[in-house]
Every structure is written in structure tokens, then in C-alpha cells.
């Protein structure tokens, strides 16, 4: 009898420790997400105030408001990687009265085809433009306006090869580029602004060939830097004029809520001002990141580097 009660307490045993080993095989499965979601929310607050401080200085106060996502797809030979940068920020000083601080639209989609280790064959799109009215003296409304919403504004549709051997890294290079130049405010319709021809216009068209990168590096712990850069050069039209852009983005995590960031963003487009521009920002405040779970390119069973 005791015999014929130990069988059945093995098989029970055998499949107990199964069905353990198969829900830790499916957890593991589980987390293994085509789309991950990787994104940043962020409302940077500075603030000054004096009462008879003989160093002088002017009460102002000042707010940034960003979100910062990335969306990617990844699948078997798919990659769809989709980015939406919106910042918008203002500052209220006494005695001169509320100024833009910061002002960026920048989306952009990628779909890549693995053709071999790491290289795409890909087309894309993007979108710049700001959400309201610059001014030539400082953001100052009673100064001459020279941009707007979609003033300019820019399209780029185009096709070519992406390079991404991992996430920090993506370099796409499109020899076959549309880049339309929007100006839909009709006080900025001016012949040579922004590259228009004539009195009237409201758009123009370019094409030529486009190549962007962005590399991501962890200094240390909690300091981490991204950078971004593109390139420009229109077929049709001066193709020596190129359109160079670099931006960098140093972000100092103090806890889950709370960071640090310094921006700084060089331009240079022949049609926008023969000069180089120059952005800086620095704020202090309240982040939140969102990250929903393992990429299948940070899992080892899908990094051909490491042997299994």
C-alpha cells in the first residue's frame, strides 16, 4: 500500500515542479514587448525676488514645460522607431513683462527593414515647427515679428539606409530627400524669407539628402547626456549651403521625481539668418519617466554578440 501511494506522490511532485518551471518560462516570455514606450515628462521652475538689495535686480519667475517620447516596434526584421519632442517654456520678469524662454515641435517617424546585422533599409518622415510668435528684440510683442506656428515650418519624407546596432546609437542616411519650408503666416510671406521666392509665397520645396544621428552615453550614475545632430545639402539649389544642426541634452537625475537639465542647440540655415544659432537652457525641477518593461534588443537572447 505504501508503495502505490508513493507513485502518485512522485508523479505529483514531477508535475508540480513542471508547472513552476513553465510559469517562470512564460514570465520570461511575457516581458518580451515589440513596442516599448520610453518616455519624459518634465516642469522646470526657476524663480528670483529682491526687496532693497543694493546688488539690484528684477522679480521674475519662470516655467519650462517638456515631453520627451520614444516609441519603437521591433520584430523579427521590423523596426519602427517614432520620436515626439514638444518644450515649451516662459518667463515673467518685473518691469519688462512675459517672454518666451523655449519653444520646440519635433516629431519624426523611421521604418526599417533588416537587410543585415544592424543595417536597415529605411524611409521616414518629420515634422519641425514652434507653437507661437517669435519677436527680433527678445520675444518683445512690440518688436518686428519674424517667425510663427508653421512659420516656418518643415517636412522631410525620404528613404534610405539606418544604422542601429543598439539603442543608444541610430544613424540614418537618406540620399533621396523632399524637405518642404512652410511660411503660412502671411505677414512673413516675403521674397528670401526663409528661402521663399517671391512676395506671396507660402511654401518651398527642396531635395536633396538628409542624415541625422543620435547617440545616447551614461557618464555616471544618474548623469546621463544625448546628443543629436543632422545634415542638409539641397540638389536643386546651392547644395554647398548646407543646413547643420546639433543638440544636446545633459540630464542630472537627482531622485525619481526631481533632475537637472542643461540643453544646448546650435543651428546654422543660410535661409533662416547667415549666422550661427545658439540656444541654452538650464533648469531645475520636477521629471517623471516612463519606461514600460525589457526591449527585445536589451534581452541576451536576442544579442548575437553573446554566446549562449
Given amino acids: 500500500m505504501k508503495k502505490f501511494l508513493m507513485v502518485p506522490s512522485i508523479s505529483l511532485g514531477i508535475f508540480a515542479h513542471a508547472q513552476e518551471e513553465i510559469k517562470k518560462d512564460s514570465v520570461i516570455v511575457d516581458t518580451v514587448k515589440h513596442w516599448s514606450v520610453l518616455g519624459k515628462q518634465s516642469l522646470m521652475i526657476n524663480q528670483a525676488a529682491f526687496s532693497n538689495w543694493v546688488g539690484g535686480g528684477a522679480n521674475n519667475v519662470g516655467w519650462l514645460a517638456g515631453l520627451d517620447y520614444n516609441l519603437t516596434y521591433e520584430k523579427d526584421k521590423d523596426l519602427w522607431e517614432n520620436l515626439i519632442l514638444l518644450n515649451y517654456g516662459q518667463n515673467n520678469t518685473q518691469g519688462i513683462g512675459v517672454r518666451k524662454t523655449q519653444d520646440v515641435i519635433n516629431i519624426s517617424t523611421n521604418y526599417g527593414r533588416k537587410v543585415s546585422k544592424s543595417w536597415y533599409l529605411s524611409v521616414g518622415a518629420g515634422f519641425q515647427s514652434q507653437f507661437s ?55 512673413l510671406q516675403l ?12 511654401s ?19 548623469v546621463n547626456i544625448a546628443n543629436t545632430a543632422s545634415v542638409f545639402s539641397n540638389y536643386l539649389d546651392h547644395p554647398e549651403r548646407l543646413v547643420l544642426a546639433y543638440g544636446m541634452v545633459l540630464n542630472l537625475k537627482v531622485n525619481k521625481f526631481i533632475s537637472s537639465n542643461i540643453t544646448v542647440d546650435v543651428l546654422y540655415d543660410h535661409n533662416q539668418v547667415q549666422k550661427t544659432q545658439l540656444k541654452q537652457t538650464l533648469g531645475v525641477g520636477f521629471a517623471y519617466t516612463l519606461n514600460n518593461g525589457v526591449k527585445r534588443s536589451e534581452r541576451k537572447d536576442s544579442q548575437w554578440w553573446i554566446k549562449k
Fill in 133 to 187: 510668435t517669435g519677436y527680433e528684440d527678445g520675444n518683445n510683442p512690440e518688436a518686428k515679428k519674424i517667425s510663427n506656428f508653421m512659420a516656418p515650418g518643415y517636412l522631410n519624407v525620404g528613404m534610405g539606409i539606418t544604422y542601429r546596432p543598439n539603442d543608444n546609437l541610430n544613424v540614418t542616411l537618406r540620399p533621396s530627400n523632399a524637405r518642404w519650408a512652410f511660411v503660412l503666416d502671411k505677414d
Fill in 191 to 202: 521674397a528670401g524669407n526663409y528661402g521663399l521666392k517671391a512676395d506671396g509665397d507660402s
Fill in 204 to 222: 518651398l520645396l527642396q531635395y536633396g539628402f538628409l542624415g541625422t544621428a543620435s547617440y545616447k552615453v551614461k557618464l555616471m550614475e544618474n
